[in-house]
C-alpha cells in the first residue's frame, strides 16, 4: 500500500508540473498528455487539470473542436476565441484590447496572412505572451502569439487553395499552398494575393485657413490596389542540425484616384482632382541554422537580406485657383538582419540570451533631384528567464538597445536604452489566475518618415517627414485577471494598464507663413491610461457570445493644445455553429482615436457570414457593411480640417468563400525555427501610399 501511495504521489507530480519544454515543445516534439475537465480520483490523492493554463508572460491556449468548426483556416478559428479580433480595416490578427500580434508558426515568424495557410486541425495549441518576451521586445508590438502545429501521420504531399471573391464588387483574397516532406527535406511553396477594384470610393474634404475655406463634395472615385506574396522555402533537418532557407517576394502596387467638387461655385462646377499612386516591390534571402546540444540546449543562427524598390507619385490639380502640384518619390533600400540566440534550461527554468543586428540603407530621390541618403544601426542585446514555484511563475528579462542614425542632413546621434522586463503570474486555481507585467519599450521611426519629402493634400496644406526624428522609449505596466470555467462556458479576461511617455513621436500641425504642414514631431510628458474587458458566453455548445470593451485616457501637450481625452470602443461577435454549418456575426461600434494634433473617427462597420463544411472542401459566404471607415480631422488656432473616407462599395459588399485541402501520403518530423526576421519598411510613408 504503501508503494501504491508513493507511485501515486510521482504521478500526480508528473501531471501538475507537465512538460518540461514549455518554450519548445515543436523543436524537440515532446508530447504532452492532455486531459478532461474530469477529476482523476489516485488513492486519496486528488488532480485537477487546468481549465486555464498560464506560466509567467504566456498563456497556453488549446484550441476547442467547437473553434476548430468556425471558418476556413487557422485564422479564422484563432480570431474567434475571446483573447483576439481582427481589424476591420485590413484583416490583421489584434488581441481584444488593440494590440498589435507578432505572430509565430513553429517558432518561424509570420504573417497574420501566413495563419490562413493552415487548417485549423492542424493547430496543435497556441502561447500567448501577453507582454513580449525580450528577444522581441525592440520591436514595439503589443503581444505575441506562437501557433504550435500538429505532426499528422497521413501526410506527405499538400495542396491547399483558399478563397474569397467579391459577387459585387472587385475585391477578394485568394492564396494556394503546395508541400513536399521526407525525413531529410521539407520544400514548400505558396502564392497569396489580396486585391480590391472599386469604382465608388469618395472624399468629402473640409480645409479652413485663417483668410478663406475650401470645401469639397466627393465625386464618384476609383481605387485600384492589390497585395502579392510569393514564398518558396527548403528545409534539411537531419540528427541534431536544422537548415532552412526561404526567399520571399513581395509586391503593393496600388492607386487611388479622387474627384471633389468645389461646395457653393455654383453651375458648372469647379472641381479638384488628386491621382495618388504607389508600389513596392520587395526581395528578402532568410537563412537559417540551428544545432541541438541536446533536449534542452540549441543555438541559432538567422540572417536575413532585403532589397525594396519603391515609389509614389501624387498629383493634385485643380480648376478651382489654377493651381497644380506633384510630388514623385523613388526610394531604394537594402536590410541585413543577424541574431544570434542561445536556449537551455537552468534550475529547472527556461533561459535565452541573444543577440540581434540591423543595418538599413535608404536612398530617395525626390521630384527627380532631391537627394536623400539615410542610414540606421540597430544594436541589441538580451536575455530572460522564466521559472516557477507551486503556483507562482514569472519572466525576468533584460535588454540594452542601442540605435544609431546617419540623416539625411548628415547628422549622427545614438539613441542608448536599457531594457528591463519583469511578468509575476499567479494562477490560484484551475480556473483563474492574476498577471503582473511592467516593462521599458521603445519605438524606432520609420526610415520614410526621416526625410523631408512632402505629399502634398490641398492648396495650403502638406505633409513632411523630420530628418531629426529619433526612436523613444516608455515605461509599462499592466494587471490582468483571466477566468475560465471547467465547463467552457464562461470566459472573463479584464485588465487595467498604465503608460509614461517621457517622449512620444506624434502627428503634429505647424503654421509657416500661409501654409500648413503635418509633421511626425516629437512630444513630451505622454501619460496613458487604460481598461479593458472581454467575455464569452456559451449558453448552448452551439451559441457563443462575445462582447468587448476597451478604454483608455490620454494626456499630452502639443505646441498647439493641451490634449485630454477618453477613447471608448466596443463591439460584439455571435458565434453559432450547429454541424456543419456556421453563422458568425461580427460588429464593431464607432469610436474615435486621438494622435498627436490628430483625431480619427472609425465609423460603424459588421461583417457576417454562413459557412457549410464537407469533407475536405467548405462553400460560403461573406457579407460587410463598412461604407464609412475613416473620418480624420484637427482644430488649431487659425487652422482646421476634415478629411471623410466614403466606401460606397462596401455598404453591402458579398463574397463567395471557397476552400479545398488535398493530402496524400505519410509525414516526417521536421524541427521548427527558433528564430526568424523580416524588414518590412519599404520607405513609403502612410500618407504617400494609395490604400
Not at 476565441?81 to 476591420?88: D, E, H, R, S, Y
Not at 542632413?409 to 492574476?434: E, G, H, I, M, W
Not at 462575445?546 to 502639443?558: G, I, L
Not at 457579407?623 to 455598404?651: D, L, M, Q
Request: with cysteine; charged share 20%; hydrophobic share 35%.
Amino acid at each position: 500500500m504503501k508503494k501504491r501511495k508513493v507511485l501515486s504521489l510521482l504521478l500526480c507530480l508528473i501531471i501538475s508540473t507537465g512538460t518540461a519544454f514549455s518554450q519548445n515543445d515543436n523543436l524537440y516534439q515532446v508530447d504532452t498528455t492532455e486531459f478532461s475537465a474530469d477529476t482523476l480520483l489516485l488513492d486519496a490523492v486528488v488532480v485537477t487539470p487546468r481549465v486555464l493554463n498560464t506560466f509567467g508572460n504566456k498563456e497556453s491556449i488549446e484550441l476547442s473542436e467547437d473553434a476548430r468548426k468556425i471558418g476556413n483556416n487557422a485564422l479564422d478559428a484563432i480570431g474567434s476565441l475571446p483573447q483576439f479580433k481582427t481589424n476591420a480595416s485590413n484583416g490583421d490578427l489584434i488581441t481584444v484590447d488593440n494590440k498589435s500580434i507578432l505572430v509565430l508558426i513553429d517558432g518561424i515568424r509570420r504573417s497574420t496572412r501566413e495563419l490562413m495557410l493552415l487548417r485549423s486541425e492542424d493547430v496543435k495549441k497556441i502561447q500567448l505572451y501577453s507582454n513580449p518576451p525580450a528577444r522581441y521586445a525592440h520591436e514595439n508590438i503589443g503581444a505575441v502569439i506562437d501557433v504550435t502545429t500538429r505532426k499528422k501521420t497521413d501526410r506527405l504531399y499538400s495542396v491547399y487553395l483558399d478563397t474569397k471573391n467579391g459577387l459585387t464588387t472587385g475585391y477578394g483574397t485568394d492564396m494556394l499552398s503546395l508541400a513536399y516532406m521526407d525525413s531529410l527535406n521539407m520544400v514548400t511553396a505558396a502564392y497569396f494575393i489580396d486585391y480590391r477594384s472599386l469604382n465608388d470610393n469618395r472624399m468629402n474634404n473640409s480645409y479652413s485657413y485663417s483668410d478663406k475655406i475650401n470645401e469639397y463634395r466627393g465625386l464618384p472615385s476609383s481605387y485600384q490596389g492589390s497585395y502579392h506574396i510569393g514564398q518558396l522555402a527548403y528545409q534539411h533537418y537531419k540528427e541534431k542540425d536544422l537548415f532552412n532557407a526561404k526567399l520571399e517576394y513581395r509586391r503593393s502596387p496600388g492607386r487611388q484616384d479622387y474627384a471633389q467638387a468645389l461646395v457653393g461655385s455654383g453651375e458648372p462646377l469647379l472641381t479638384n482632382s488628386r491621382v495618388l499612386e504607389s508600389d513596392y516591390s520587395a526581395v528578402s534571402a532568410d537563412l537559417y541554422y540551428m544545432h541541438l546540444f541536446n533536449q534542452s540546449r540549441s543555438l541559432s543562427l538567422n540572417v536575413v537580406n532585403t532589397y525594396y524598390d519603391s515609389f509614389s507619385d501624387n498629383s493634385l490639380t485643380s480648376s478651382i485657383g489654377g493651381y497644380s502640384f506633384a510630388n514623385r518619390i523613388n526610394n531604394r533600400s537594402y536590410s541585413v538582419i543577424a541574431e544570434a540566440l542561445y536556449s537551455d534550461k537552468l534550475l529547472n527554468g527556461d533561459f535565452n540570451a541573444g543577440m540581434y543586428y540591423q543595418y538599413k540603407n535608404l536612398n530617395q530621390v525626390y521630384n527627380d533631384s532631391e537627394k536623400s541618403v539615410i542610414g540606421t544601426h540597430k544594436e541589441y542585446i538580451y536575455a530572460d528567464y522564466g521559472n516557477s514555484a507551486g503556483i507562482f511563475s514569472y519572466n525576468i528579462g533584460l535588454g540594452l538597445e542601442n540605435n544609431h542614425y546617419r540623416t539625411a542632413t548628415d547628422v549622427t546621434y545614438d539613441y542608448l536604452v536599457f531594457r528591463p522586463s519583469a511578468v509575476l503570474n499567479l494562477q490560484y486555481s484551475k480556473c483563474s489566475s492574476v498577471r503582473l507585467t511592467a516593462s521599458v519599450n521603445s519605438s524606432v521611426p520609420n526610415v520614410g518618415d526621416l526625410t523631408s519629402s512632402i505629399v502634398t493634400i490641398d492648396e495650403h496644406f502638406y505633409t513632411q517627414g523630420d530628418p531629426e526624428l529619433k526612436p523613444y522609449h516608455y515605461y509599462y505596466t499592466n494587471l490582468s485577471y483571466r477566468y475560465a470555467s471547467a465547463d467552457g462556458k464562461l470566459y472573463l479576461a479584464p485588465s487595467v494598464s498604465y503608460s509614461y511617455y517621457p517622449r512620444k513621436n506624434m502627428p503634429v500641425l505647424y503654421a509657416v507663413g500661409t501654409d500648413i504642414i503635418q509633421r511626425i514631431s516629437s512630444i513630451d510628458d505622454m501619460h496613458a491610461l487604460a481598461a479593458s474587458i472581454s467575455l464569452s458566453w456559451k449558453p448552448l455548445k452551439w451559441l457563443a457570445f462575445q462582447p468587448f470593451y476597451n478604454y483608455e485616457f490620454q494626456k499630452y501637450q502639443t505646441p498647439n493644445q493641451m490634449v485630454s481625452r477618453s477613447v471608448h470602443n466596443a463591439g460584439m461577435s455571435v458565434q453559432i455553429v450547429p454541424g456543419n454549418w456556421q453563422v458568425i456575426w461580427n460588429g464593431n461600434l464607432p469610436m474615435t482615436l486621438v494622435d498627436g494634433d490628430l483625431y480619427t473617427r472609425m465609423g460603424f462597420n459588421t461583417n457576417v457570414s454562413a459557412l457549410y463544411k464537407f469533407k475536405n472542401m467548405s462553400f460560403g459566404l461573406e457579407y460587410i457593411h463598412n461604407p464609412y471607415p475613416t473620418k480624420v480631422y484637427a482644430n488649431i488656432k487659425g487652422f482646421n480640417y476634415s478629411e471623410e473616407t466614403i466606401w460606397n462599395n462596401f455598404r453591402n459588399q458579398v463574397s463567395l468563400k471557397f476552400t479545398y485541402y488535398f493530402y496524400k501520403g505519410k509525414s516526417r518530423g521536421h524541427a521548427g525555427k527558433l528564430i526568424s526576421n523580416s524588414d518590412n519598411d519599404s520607405g513609403l510613408t502612410q500618407s504617400n501610399t494609395a490604400k
